[in-house]
C-alpha cells in the first residue's frame, strides 16, 4: 500500500480507499446510497476531499454495528 498524505486536498476513488482498507467498489456503493457525494472532475473521475472522510468513518461504523 502506497503511503498517502493526509495534506492532500483531493483523493482519488482508489487512494481514498485506501486510507480506510475499502475497495472503489465500496465506495461507489455508498455513493449510490447517498452515503458519500464524491466531486467530479472534468474527465467525470471521482476526487474525494478531506471532509468527506468523517463521512466515510460513518460509513465504517455502520458496517461494524450491523
Known sequence: M???STTTKHYSI???G???GLAPATLRYYESLGLLKPQ?????RRY???MMLTGCVFCC?????V
Open 2 to 4: 502506497n503511503k498517502i
Open 14 to 16: 482508489r487512494a481514498f
Open 18 to 20: 485506501d486510507l480506510f
Open 40 to 44: 467530479r472532475a472534468v474527465n467525470q
Open 48 to 50: 474525494y476531499t478531506k
Open 61 to 65: 461504523i455502520l458496517k461494524i454495528l
